[in-house]
Every structure is written in structure tokens, then in C-alpha cells.
């Protein structure tokens, strides 16, 4: 059984960047055909997608969000991480990460103020 943890920083100044890691266990993320997403829900809002990277290490963005976010990864330490720069107060929400759409985190929550 897959399972995957978010973690980072539950407050971020405006202008800053955003790192958010989520560890995988239970397999791994080089895993053939496998895709590692990031996922986020604003207050009052639906989920919205913000990117992902495969099994070889390609990444894709939200075209809304492209310009400001990158997903690297530590394959040995079967991590991959979020970054998002210029952070304004409507990013703060709850981010996810997610195998495909079955095995989801539980979550973090992150606020953006000064």
C-alpha cells in the first residue's frame, strides 16, 4: 500500500517561495508508469490541480501556475518536492500530493502573510 506525507512550512511571507516535500512509501517513485501530483484547495474553493512529475522525471504545470512552480525530486530518498516562488495570499490553501488519483497525503496546511 502506497502512502504518501506532505511536509514543510505551515506559514509563508508573501513574495516567498513555497517548498512543500512529500515522502513516499510503501513503492517507489520510479516506479514505471507511475505520476506523483501536487493538489491544492483554497478556502471555499474545489481542488485544483498544480503539477506532477512521472516515473522518469518529467515534469508538467498548470498552465495558470507554470511560470511560478517547479517539482524536483530525491529518488533516493523516494521524496519529491514542490516549489512555488512569488507567493501572494491566495495560495494559501490545503496542498496535497497524490499517486494519480487513488493514494492521496493527508494534507498540509499552508498560510501566505506577512
Known amino acids: 500500500q502506497v502512502q504518501l506525507q506532505e511536509s514543510g512550512p505551515g506559514l509563508v511571507k508573501p513574495s516567498q517561495t513555497l517548498s512543500l516535500t512529500c515522502t513516499v512509501s510503501g513503492g517507489s517513485i520510479t516506479t514505471t508508469w507511475y505520476y506523483w501530483s501536487w493538489i491544492r484547495q483554497s478556502p471555499g474553493k474545489g481542488l485544483e490541480w498544480i503539477g506532477r512529475i512521472d516515473y522518469g522525471g518529467n515534469t508538467i504545470y498548470s498552465p495558470s501556475l507554470e511560470s511560478r512552480t517547479s517539482i524536483s525530486w530525491d529518488t533516493s530518498g523516494n521524496q519529491f518536492t514542490l516549489h512555488l516562488s512569488s507567493v501572494t495570499p491566495e495560495d494559501t490553501a490545503v496542498y496535497y500530493c497524490?499517486?494519480?488519483?487513488?493514494?492521496w497525503g493527508q494534507g498540509t496546511q499552508v498560510t501566505v502573510s506577512s
Open positions: 497524490a499517486l494519480w488519483n487513488d493514494y
